[in-house]
């Protein structure tokens, strides 16, 4: 499910980029969940990173299409923007923010249809790559990459990361299947570690970010042998 957000004040092309989206989801079989925003105003306040895809309509009244991204970017740093826009022009200031593409009004199916399979494939190579985490009801979009290690604490998860820690009610053996294949391997059973950010590794624990963590003896072999299919790509 790929979750889109259309930012328009003319409702006319809320609706052809929603029906654009959906003729896509048929010729596709990918499935899409679409919420409409009538401004600008409506989409950034308490804004939650829950998106994959925002259409921001550059030209609207109050706050911007650009305006929008940059408060977007404050909060939402992987989201893919794709500006809608009368002028190309305006599309250059897109890079500022990180914007994977335009589409210029009016708006043609097929034209839509390549901005739409590039922010696809946009995040499909992100989601690989990201977790969504609850912590104290707010939602954050961390890439695996800055997560050090995952601690179980009773009935949470501690989430160590480049932004400081993170908890969240969740369960040990699921994160642990989420995480498979990412580059994260089980020094114990209370604890996940991201191999990127190995320093050291004894036979009583593992050095991560220069903190010492048990590793325990029947996780040993395991482990090891996961630290170096990941060295070994």
Do not use: H, W
């Not at 696809?120 to 190579?125: S, T």
Request: aromatic letters at 12%.
């Amino acid at each position: 499910m790929i979750r889109v957000a259309i930012v328009d004040d003319d409702r006319l092309y809320q609706s052809q980029v929603k029906d654009y989206i959906e003729a896509y989801s048929k010729e596709s079989g990918i499935e899409f969940s679409v919420t409409l925003y009538n401004s600008g105003m409506d989409f950034i306040t308490d804004y939650k990173p829950v998106y994959d895809i925002a259409f921001l309509d550059i030209e609207m009244p109050l706050i911007d299409g650009m305006t929008t991204a940059r408060k977007l970017r404050q909060t939402d740093s992987e989201i893919c923007i794709v500006f809608i826009t009368k002028m190309a022009k305006y599309a250059i200031e897109g890079y500022e923010v990180n914007a994977v593409d335009f589409v210029v009004k009016p708006i043609k199916y097929f034209n839509f249809k390549d901005k739409l399979k590039k922010a696809i494939k946009y995040v499909e190579a992100r989601s690989a790559n990201d977790i969504i985490i609850k912590s104290d009801g707010s939602y954050f979009r961390i890439p695996v990459t800055q997560i050090y290690y995952i601690e179980k604490d009773k009935n949470y998860i501690v989430y160590n990361t480049a932004q400081g820690e993170l908890r969240e009610r969740r369960n040990m053996e699921d994160m642990a299947e989420l995480l498979e294949g990412s580059g994260f391997s089980m020094c114990n059973s209370g604890c996940i570690v991201n191999l990127r950010f190995i320093q050291q590794v004894t036979q009583t624990d593992v050095t991560v970010n220069g903190v010492q963590l048990p590793l325990s003896r029947r996780r040993i072999k395991d482990f090891k042998t996961d630290m170096l299919k990941f060295l070994r790509g």
